[in-house]
C-alpha cells in the first residue's frame, strides 16, 4: 500500500510539473499572440518608433478588448491548427516510428546472445512499446517495465536484461552527441550568429577566425590547469565520480566488441536516431507554417526536442514545448503562436497517441501471444 501511495505521489507530482511548465508556456505564447493581434489590427502601429509608445499602445489596445476581440484565442487557434494537420504526414511519422522500435528490438536482442538468451523478437519489441507507455506515468521507470516484461515472459533473470538496458541507454547517449556534433556543424552560422546579436557583437566577428582562437586558447589554458592541479583534483569526490562514470562508459562501449556482428549493431544504433531525426522533418511537413523547413532545421530542432525528452517530465510534457518553440522561433522565424501549434502537433500524436496507442495494445497482445508455443527467432 506504501508503494503504491509513493508512486502515486511521484506520479502526481512529475505531472505538475509538466503540466506547470506547459501552463507557462502556453502563457506565454498567449500574451505574444494577443500582442501581434493588437500590432495588425492598429493602423498607427508603424507610426511608433520608441518602446515606450510601443508599450501604451499595446496597453491601450488591451483596455479596449481588441486583442480578444480582433483574433481567435490561442488554444482555438490550436484546435484548429490539429484540423487542418496533414495527416498522410503523421501516419509516415507513426511508420518511421515503429522502425526505429525495430532496430531497438533487433539491438536489444543482439546485446543478450552473449550471455545465452534469444528472445522472441514479438517480445521484445512489445517490451519496449511498454516501457514508452509507462514513461508517460513516471519517467525512467519504463526501463524498469521493460526488463521486467521481458524477464516476465522470456524467464531471463531481471538482472541480466537490466544491464542489457543500461549498456542500450549509454549507446542512446552516445548517439545523441553526435546528433550534437552534427548540428552544430550543420546550423553553426544561425547558433553562432544569435550568440553574437545578444552579445551585441558582429556576426562575422563571432563566426570567424578570431571566435575560434578564443575558444581554442580557453581550452589549452583549461588543459594546462588541469594538468598542474591533476594530484588535487583526483582526490577530489568530483573528480572520482566523473571517473567512474567515464569509465562505466566505457565498459559498456567495450561489450560492443564482443558481438557477433558489431557493424550491424551500429547500424541499428544510428538507424534509430537517424529515424527519430526524420520524425521531426515528417512533422514539419504536416503543419503548413513549417512545410518549408529543410533537414537541417530539422536536425537542430529535433536536438532540442531531444533535451525537452531528457528532462523529467511525463514524455517530455512542457520541456518539449519550450525547447521545440525556442529553437523554431530564436533560429527559423516562424511566429510563437504556429511554433506552439507545431510543438503540440509533434507531442500530442507522437508521444502521447502512439506511446498510448501501441504501449495498450502491446499490453493487451503480450498474454494472447505467449499462450502459443514459443519459437526462437
Partial sequence: ????????????LFLGIGAFI????????NEAYKNECCISNIPQWESVESEAEQQQLLADCRA?????????PLIDKLVNDFKKVRYGWIALVLIAFVLSNVSRTYKWKMLLKPMGYNPRFINGFFAILVSYFANLGLPRIGEVVRAGVLSKYEKIPA???MGTIVVDRIVDVLCLLLAFAVALAFESDKILGFLAENTKRESGKAAGLDW????????????????????????????KKLTSIIQGFWEGIQTVSKLDKPGLFVFHSL???????IMTWLGFQAFGPTDHLDLRAALLVFVFGTLGMVIPS???????????????TLFYGIKGDDAFSVANIIFFCVQIGFNSLLGILALVLLP??????????
Fill in 159 to 161: 538482472e541480466k536484461v
Fill in 314 to 328: 511525463p514524455g517530455g510534457m512542457g520541456t518539449f514545448h519550450f525547447l521545440v518553440i525556442t529553437a523554431l
Fill in 22 to 29: 506547459l501552463f507557462l508556456v502556453y502563457r506565454s505564447q
Fill in 212 to 239: 575560434k582562437i578564443m575558444v581554442l586558447g580557453g581550452l589549452v589554458i583549461g588543459a594546462i590547469l588541469l594538468y598542474l592541479f591533476r594530484k588535487k583534483l583526483s582526490n577530489s569526490a568530483l573528480y
Fill in 1 to 12: 500500500m506504501k508503494k503504491i501511495l509513493l508512486n502515486l505521489l511521484q506520479f502526481l
Fill in 64 to 72: 479596449s478588448g481588441t486583442a480578444e476581440t480582433a483574433c481567435t
Fill in 271 to 277: 538507424n534509430i536516431w537517424i529515424l527519430y531525426f
Fill in 368 to 377: 494472447v501471444i505467449n499462450r502459443q508455443p514459443k519459437f526462437s527467432s
